[in-house]
Antibody, heavy 122, light 107 residues
């Protein structure tokens, strides 16, 4: 049974960078699948930020591609999210998720973390 | 991007009622559609994938149907624990996109 545990700063100053991590428990991050970050805001609902394959290949939402980096740390069995130039619009709950197949376009998301709330505020 | 339109945005129904939620997409996404349930303070939970396949461990009160551009999620007999918000999701093409959600309340 996979468990995903997000960790984030809670508060980010405008124009700073969000750095968040997701610890993966119960399964190796090198298993043949994709891992994504999804965020949720009251205004825009659920938004897919991007994904990382266990091999390290990323796939980003074009709407955020210029600001986001997702990476995999096999030694710590975790994935990381960096989002630069944060504004009020980036205030959200950030979820780490696992895809059910080795292709994000072949199957759904089958596991979600509890999420980490990030507020952009000075 | 695949556009996902859910309706209604909210509904209120009684225990035992049959409830139907619709998700329309543009363009066609074959059967690459999933449904999730989110209860307050919790992350979404997978209910249905491939438009009509019930996820392991999910009660058979939930069912899904549809293909192409129109999909439905049906709760056959609404129970108190079914209160929450339901989302459809496209995994036919990137970027992955979600519907706006349907909030289900129990009368």
């Amino acid at each position: 049974q996979v468990q995903l545990q997000e960790s984030g700063p809670g508060k980010v100053t405008p124009w700073d960078t969000l750095s968040a991590t997701c610890g993966v428990l119960g399964v190796s991050i090198s298993s043949p699948t994709w891992w994504s970050w999804v965020r949720q805001t009251p205004g825009k609902g659920l938004e897919w930020i991007g994904a990382i394959h266990h091999s390290g290949t990323p796939n980003y939402n074009p709407s955020l591609k210029s600001r986001v980096t997702i990476s995999v740390d096999k030694s710590r069995n975790r994935i990381s999210l960096k989002l630069i130039s944060m504004t009020d619009a980036d205030t959200a709950m950030y979820f780490c998720v696992r895809h059910s197949t080795n292709d994000i376009l072949s199957g759904p998301i089958d596991s979600w973390g509890q999420g980490t709330l990030v507020v952009v505020s000075s | 991007d695949i556009q996902m339109t859910q309706s209604p945005s909210s509904l209120s129904a009684s225990v035992g009622d049959r409830v139907t939620i619709t998700c329309r997409t543009s363009p066609d996404i074959s059967d690459h559609l999933a449904w999730y349930q989110q209860q307050p303070g919790k992350p979404p939970r997978l209910l249905i994938y491939a438009a009509s396949t019930l996820q392991s461990g999910v009660t058979s009160r939930f069912s899904g149907s549809g293909y192409g551009t129109e999909f439905t999620l049906t709760i056959s007999s609404l129970q108190p624990e079914d209160a929450g918000t339901y989302y459809c999701q496209n995994y036919h093409s990137a970027p992955l996109t979600f519907g706006g959600g349907t909030k289900v309340e129990i009368k």
